[in-house]
């Protein structure tokens, strides 16, 4: 029956009304979820939706699809300042220019140098020297000349010579000598942070100067990954982290608490075993990374066109006013059915599927109400307060209802402009609740 879809229509309406504070919490509840899954350090995840949720509500937008996308672009923003902005690129300016690498055993030094190696032989015509200050195990030396061969960089080893600090000073005189511009210093790592390690390294850097110390991390190890970087960067100062293993789905967490922690850019991130398997790393890429959004955040935003933003603006003033209308009323309802679409969008967004479902968008609900506006004269829509029981009639028999279709029309949409201005303010929302205790 009519007053079936009457009520449905209201319950869009009203369901509509609410959804800002309700989504942008459950939303919320998700990213930070997503995040802790992401590897995010705890407090992190927390300071971080906090700052989104206050950034939404600082918004302050009544439909249901503007505050969602407008969540998500805020979400991805915020993550993406978070991890710095923009790519940074590493510093190759000496000649030769020095690099020197830093991290635990397993982390992926070895691995990454050679990547590299063949990332600026490749991509920015450097001539690259490897040089082996691995002492301890003989077969690291080996790793990095088999790497070494599969770019076709040279290797600098010397198996006699016991002290790192003078292997790297060697490395660094032999590419003078060849004309190599480039050294990419590879170093013994431990399996954990130890003080031997720490001053092993640190020495190296103070010996050889390099342009550029980067800390090499595996992003599977979560947690650890944080109070890794802590202790090397402390120690070593460095200029950039690097993320490895981040290949397949490790959604690389590790990356936003690394940034927050030790204030260092990320700046490539290893995404296989392979000499090519290298990516400069782009702190809004990662963002989609670690929000596990992918395309979803461009159909938002494609979505987010169909509703306009002014309107909802004007609408919200006129509703904080009184002034809301039939003509608003009606200009709703127009928007809510173009969302029909955008329904299926905001349903892949995490946390909104939920929120969604209860959302009944049915052209059909609709027909009713927008028969009886449309048989209102202008002025009825702008002062519904004239439409006395004349007036109902003539509106009923307009638009093929009765007078108690057109009552009710009349009645719940009173009932929905007082929600609606209360929800609007949130000092009248608490000043109801206060009243109850
Ligand atoms: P190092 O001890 O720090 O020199 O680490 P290695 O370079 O020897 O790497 C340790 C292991 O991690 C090796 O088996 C590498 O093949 C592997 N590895 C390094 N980087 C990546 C990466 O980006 N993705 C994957 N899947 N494996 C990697
Ligand atoms: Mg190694």
Redesign the pocket.
């Known amino acids: 029956s009519i007053s079936d879809k009457l009520d449905r229509a209201f319950k869009v309406l009203k369901g509509h009304g609410q959804i800002t504070e309700v989504n942008v919490a459950e939303t919320l509840k998700e990213v930070r979820r997503a995040l802790l899954d992401a590897d995010v350090n705890f407090k992190v995840a927390k300071t971080f939706t906090d700052t989104v949720k206050e950034k939404a509500l600082g918004q302050n937008v009544l439909t249901s699809v503007t505050p969602g996308q407008l969540l998500i672009k805020i979400t991805k923003d915020e993550l993406t300042k978070l991890m710095g902005g923009d790519a940074t690129d590493i510093n190759i300016s000496g000649n030769p220019s020095v690099v020197l690498m830093s991290?635990?055993?397993?982390?992926?030094?070895?691995?990454?140098s050679g990547k590299l190696a063949n990332f600026l032989k490749k991509k920015k015509g450097k001539k690259p020297l490897l040089v082996a200050c691995d002492v301890y195990r003989p077969a690291?030396i080996d790793?990095l000349h088999v790497v070494g061969e599969q770019v076709g960089v040279e290797v600098y080893s010397n198996k006699e010579q016991k002290d790192p600090v003078k292997i790297a000073q060697e490395g660094i005189e032999f590419a003078k000598k060849q004309g190599l511009n480039m050294v990419i210093i590879?170093t013994a790592?431990r399996l954990a942070v130890d003080e031997k390690m720490m001053n092993e390294i640190a020495e190296i850097k103070n010996a050889i100067n390099p342009q550029e110390v980067l800390f090499?991390v595996d992003s599977m190890t979560g947690q650890d990954a944080v109070n890794t970087a802590k202790a090397f960067n402390s120690r070593l100062n460095f200029d950039g982290v690097v993320l490895?293993?981040?290949?397949g789905d490790t959604r690389g967490g590790a990356a936003l608490s690394i940034r927050k922690v030790v204030d260092k850019p990320i700046k490539f991130i290893?995404?296989?075993?392979k000499m090519d398997?290298l990516d400069v790393f782009y702190p809004e890429r990662m963002a989609d990374r670690i929000l596990g959004m992918g395309d979803v955040v461009s159909l938002v935003e494609r979505a987010q066109e169909q509703y306009d933003a002014e309107k909802v603006r004007k609408l919200q003033k006129k509703i904080a006013k009184n002034q809301f209308n039939f003509e608003d009323f009606m200009d709703h309802i127009q928007q809510i059915k173009k969302m029909g679409s955008v329904k299926d969008l905001m349903g892949m967004i995490p946390g909104m599927g939920k929120a969604m479902k209860n959302m009944d968008i049915d052209d059909d609900a609709f027909k009713g109400v927008e028969a009886i506006i449309q048989s209102m004269t202008v002025q009825e829509r702008v002062q519904p307060e004239l439409i006395n029981s004349s007036r109902k009639k003539r509106i009923a028999s307009g638009s093929g209802t009765t007078i108690q279709e057109v009552n009710r029309l009349i009645k719940q949409f009173e009932e929905t402009r007082k929600m609606m201005r209360m929800m609007s303010n949130k000092k009248n929302m608490m000043g109801m609740m206060n009243q109850f205790k």
């Open positions: 991290g635990l055993q397993g982390s992926g030094k070895t691995t990454f690291a790793q590879d790592g090499v490895t293993k981040l290949d290893g995404t296989g075993e398997a």
